[in-house]
């Protein structure tokens, strides 16, 4: 274990001095990555300065479940989303066999590679509009927060299986890069109240794909409108997880060489 963190605390370091000796380009990466997260923010705030709105939502109770969305998408990538084009480079360029051969779990050195601080302004400016938007709501009580952190972490379980799904198809499918894409507009409907969607949607975003875990979920536990639809979305998240690692791991054993 101990190496392990060793590994990936290094990797951590190489992170933070690749973006200090590439200033303008982590800048940019950020601002450009920060502007992007807040748009919906921005675009919430204009519906519910036109008059509209999310029935039975107030716009700081919405803009706190886009907040959590980003924190937590932020953390994604900074910590794991990397790994699906990790694992799809050393495949397509045969770098694979030389990280098979070496003494460390091999989906473990990748997603530790991958580790990037990019996202670093998306992350604090989710933490600041989360922070805005508890100011203006009531107080949460210790059992909402932790209720809220609990279902923060399963949000990035999720995500992370998810992530290794998509890598893992990497080693049979070189050129699936759209599949992301396709995650991405599924994974929109959590930043979302999941009231406002019909019931078929529900279900889906909260067992089949529960990207509500990702913002909604946890931000209805902060705001103690948690229900037991919340509760029991936590078995497919734990399923999406213990799936991603086990796919992810037979695949990896299954490999034969370069170009999968």
């Given at each position: 274990m101990k190496r392990y963190m060793?590994?990936?605390?290094?990797?951590?370091?190489?992170?933070?001095?690749?973006?200090s000796t590439y200033r303008l380009n982590f800048f940019l990466n950020s601002v450009i990555m920060l502007l992007g997260d807040i748009l919906f923010p921005l675009v919430t705030l204009l519906i519910y300065g036109s008059g509209a709105g999310f029935e039975?939502?107030?716009?700081?109770?919405v803009l706190l479940i886009q907040s959590v969305f980003t924190?937590?998408?932020?953390?994604a990538d900074m910590s794991f989303h990397g790994?699906?084009?990790?694992?799809?480079?050393a495949v397509r360029e045969g770098n694979l066999e030389m990280v098979l051969l070496m003494p460390v779990d091999t989906m473990f050195l990748l997603m530790a590679r991958s580790f990037s601080i990019d996202a670093i302004g998306s992350f604090l400016g989710g933490a600041t509009i989360f922070i805005i938007a508890l100011t203006h709501l009531e107080a949460p009580s210790?059992?909402?927060?932790?209720?809220?952190?609990?279902?923060f972490l399963i949000g990035l379980m999720v995500m992370m299986?998810?992530?290794l799904m998509m890598a893992a198809t990497s080693f049979?499918?070189?050129?699936?890069?759209?599949?992301?894409?396709i995650f991405d507009s599924l994974r929109s409907f959590?930043?979302?109240?999941?009231?406002?969607?019909?019931?078929?949607?529900?279900?889906?975003?909260?067992?089949?794909i529960p990207v509500a875990m990702i913002g909604f979920f946890p931000a209805a536990a902060l705001l103690g409108r948690g229900n037991y639809i919340m509760f029991i979305a936590i078995l497919p998240c734990i399923v999406f997880l213990i799936l991603g690692i086990a796919l992810y791991r037979f695949m990896v054993r299954m490999y034969q060489g370069v170009g999968g």
């Open positions: 060793h590994i990936y605390r290094e990797c951590i370091k190489v992170s933070f001095t690749t973006a039975g939502w107030t716009v700081y109770e924190m937590s998408m932020a953390i790994i699906m084009w990790a694992t799809m480079g210790l059992i909402m927060w932790l209720q809220f952190g609990s279902m299986g998810i992530a049979k499918w070189v050129g699936n890069s759209r599949i992301p894409e959590g930043k979302y109240p999941q009231s406002i969607f019909p019931k078929a949607i529900l279900i889906i975003s909260s067992f089949l």
